[in-house]
């Protein structure tokens, strides 16, 4: 007996719970019986991973920017309490269950036990959601976003938007009511060799922070079903202003306790006093929070198409600053 599972298990956890555990130690300034704490494992165990060489963590199927791309999606979250310990399992589980649907973990176990190929092994994509298992509303809005995701990833300006904490892409079905009705991209689209890039396709119920705020501005226009999130700075607020965008600016309140919830709040009340419609809601950010512009419009590849021009805008601005 050979399960895809023995893969997940030898190779991906302990490379991504090294990675995870840096990024948290050295970015984020966690100590080692807090990030023990967080991982499920003995403090023993993240000092280990703190002295190991990260050139060695990646071991087949797997690639180390591979890796490193999915612990870096991973990390903001957890570090700014927005994962719960079911937030982060089923956040891994994802990861786990769209490697395994033709992904790295799918092409390393049919070269492990060959009898898979020779009998066209489909079983993973039996036994958990594939496109042809959901509805048709919901097959048409990943193959929106797919195509939105490939807009993005042909556009190398658009990296000069992705921010520290990487961005992501969502769109609701009509009438959404929670996160399992937003579909977006696992681990978020990161930078690699100079573009951006999805490391899985999208999924529903993989985005959390960022389906909360599109679920919100919904309340107040349920029109608005796509949003994704970019880097702000002046540069981009000059576009902005120059295309005539109709913005709203949330000044954070360091006295607010929830800091997520502040935001998700902000959205839905800007959006109504906008009259229904706003195309960006900004976070100017604060202690501990990255400046981010969320954009918003009716589907994946409008709103794509659009952040799109406005990479192009502001990488040719930022050249004609430096001549």
């Known amino acids: 007996m050979n399960p895809p599972c023995e893969l997940t298990v030898r190779a991906l956890l302990p490379a991504l ?25 003995t403090q023993a165990a993240v000092s280990g991973y703190l002295s190991q060489d990260v050139a060695t963590v990646a071991t087949p199927p797997f690639s180390f920017d591979e890796l490193k791309s999915i612990a870096k999606g991973l990390t903001p979250e957890i570090a700014t309490k927005r994962l719960t310990h079911v937030d982060l399992i089923n956040n891994i589980c994802q990861i786990c269950l769209s490697l395994r649907r033709g992904g790295a973990i799918c092409h390393v176990h049919k070269i492990k036990v060959p009898e898979l190929e020779e009998e066209r092994c489909t079983l993973c994509m039996q036994l958990h959601m594939s496109l042809a298992d959901i509805s048709d509303i919901r097959r048409i809005i990943l193959e929106d976003l797919r195509a939105a995701v490939s807009l993005l990833e042909s556009a190398p300006e658009f990296t000069e938007l992705v921010p520290e904490v990487f961005t992501n892409i969502v769109m609701a079905i009509k009438e959404a009511k929670g996160i399992a009705d937003v579909a977006g991209i696992p681990g978020r689209l990161v930078r690699i060799r100079g573009k951006v890039k999805a490391l899985m396709d999208p999924e529903f119920g993989v985005s959390s922070h960022l389906a909360k705020i599109l ?95 406005i990479a192009r805008m502001v990488s040719v601005s930022l050249k004609e600053g430096k001549s």
């Open 215 to 309: 679920l919100a501005v919904m309340k107040a226009n349920p029109n608005i079903r796509s949003a994704i999130n970019l880097k702000y700075n002046d540069s981009v607020l000059k576009i902005i202003k120059k295309l005539s965008l109709k913005y709203a600016v949330l000044h954070r309140d360091p006295n607010y306790k929830g800091k997520e919830d502040q935001l998700i709040a902000f959205a839905e009340a800007a959006v109504r006093k906008g009259e229904g419609w706003l195309d960006i809601i900004i976070d100017e950010g604060g202690f501990g929070i990255e400046p981010n512009a969320y954009f918003l419009d009716e589907s994946a590849t409008k709103l794509a198409d659009r952040v799109v021009r």
């Open 17 to 41: 719970r090294v990675l995870v555990a840096k990024e948290l130690a050295e970015n984020h300034s966690w100590t080692q019986t807090r990030i023990a704490r967080k991982l499920g494992v």
